[in-house]
């Protein structure tokens, strides 16, 4: 109900008060009803004013990432239909992979995780993610797609993409990919991503997709420092004064991962996305190291093909680079 009664207060005209009968008739519910809704909006920390014969009127949100506040802002078909939130879990990886473990066949296909704060968040290559309250944004979706396992990696690529466009839709700042799958602005990390798998040989159980993104911090350890930045950071130095709100941010990002993901099911692969990828792919055209456990190479990016894999030119000749164990650097540091 209180998914409801923000989307009607948000539809209406700003300043505009929408009568309790008008609230009470849309959601079929009593007045003493309604306003239990609405004090329990309050002491979330929403300012709605209440005026006696003429109603209620939305006057600010605040930056949460409930339930109610992250579906009233949603425009989706399935992905986060429903979302889980939690206040702090270990990792929204290991709450998918729980919730997709209880679930059969299809069932919790879309269903996205979040939470206030992580306690063991993880990110890739063994490593934690640090996960502070009320500083990012930390959340998984829950696949169960009908298609090869080897197709798999390619999601990663997916959400990457579809992260970088839902940043700069919302926020208006420049976002790039560092393949296979960093979302990058002014050449630093601001988003990670850990997918995730449980297969049979030829069939997918669940896949879950888990991203973190970096939104309030002030500033980050010195180890990571010089390659790490947040989007307050970054609207702060092009002094830019947008107030980012975590929940619509997410909604962003999730609308435009639907639509990718909808293209990748279509075509198997990422045919209908790899023209749009590469034209944010930060290493385009740019000299890389390819670390290669199996022995390291430089040459130059020239873009991902529609299989995912960085084709990397070097002596007239041109190498597939599948993301897996490989990690590609710039020559002069991370991007
Ligand atoms: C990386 O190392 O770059 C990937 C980091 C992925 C972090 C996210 S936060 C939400 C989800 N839950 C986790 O435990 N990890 C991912």
Redesign the pocket.
């Known amino acids: 109900m209180k998914t409801k009664i923000l989307e009607i207060l948000r539809q209406a005209e700003k300043g505009a008060f929408i009568s309790g009968q008008e609230l009470c008739g849309q959601l079929g519910v009593s007045r003493t009803a309604v306003w239990k809704s609405v004090k329990q909006l309050k002491d979330a920390g929403y300012k709605i004013e209440a005026i006696q014969n003429k109603g209620y009127c939305l006057l600010s949100t605040p930056d949460i990432l409930s339930k109610s506040e992250i579906e009233s802002q949603l425009q989706t078909k399935w992905v986060g239909r429903p979302v889980c939130y939690f206040d702090e879990i270990?990792?929204?990886?290991?709450e998918?992979k729980r919730i997709a473990e209880g679930m059969a066949g299809a069932q919790g296909h879309g269903t996205v995780v979040v939470?206030e704060e992580?306690n063991?968040?993880?990110?890739?290559?063994g490593?934690d993610?640090d996960?502070p309250r009320g500083d990012?944004?930390?959340?998984?979706i829950l696949l169960k797609p009908d298609m090869d396992p080897s197709n798999a990696p390619m999601l990663t690529l997916v959400k990457a993409l579809a992260t970088a466009k839902g940043i700069t839709k919302y926020t208006g700042l420049e976002s790039a990919i560092k393949w296979p799958?960093?979302v990058v602005v002014n050449g630093k990390?601001v988003?990670?991503?850990?997918t995730e798998m449980s297969a049979q040989v030829d069939y997918i159980n669940h896949i879950?997709v888990?991203?973190?993104?970096n939104v309030h911090q002030k500033g980050f350890p010195e180890e990571i420092a010089a390659k790490a930045t947040s989007l307050d950071i970054e609207l702060k130095q092009l002094g830019k004064q947008k107030k980012i709100y975590r929940a619509a941010l997410l909604a962003s990002v999730l609308e435009e991962f639907e639509a990718c993901y909808e293209a990748f099911m279509q075509a198997q692969d990422l045919s209908f996305l790899m023209e749009e990828y590469n034209s944010l792919l930060v290493n385009c055209g740019k000299e890389v190291r390819v670390l290669d456990p199996l022995g390291e190479f430089g040459g130059k990016a020239l873009g991902i093909n529609e299989r995912g894999e960085l084709l990397v030119g070097c002596k007239g000749e041109i190498t597939r680079v599948s993301s897996g164990e490989v990690s590609v650097r710039g020559i002069y540091g991370y991007v």
């Not at 270990?90 to 290991?94: A, E, R, W």
Request: hydrophobic content about 35%; glycine content about 18%; cysteine-free.
């Open positions: 270990d990792s929204t990886n290991t998918a939470a992580q063991a968040g993880r990110g890739r290559r490593r993610w996960s990012g944004i930390f959340f998984t799958n960093d990390k988003v990670g991503i850990l879950v888990g991203t973190g993104i």
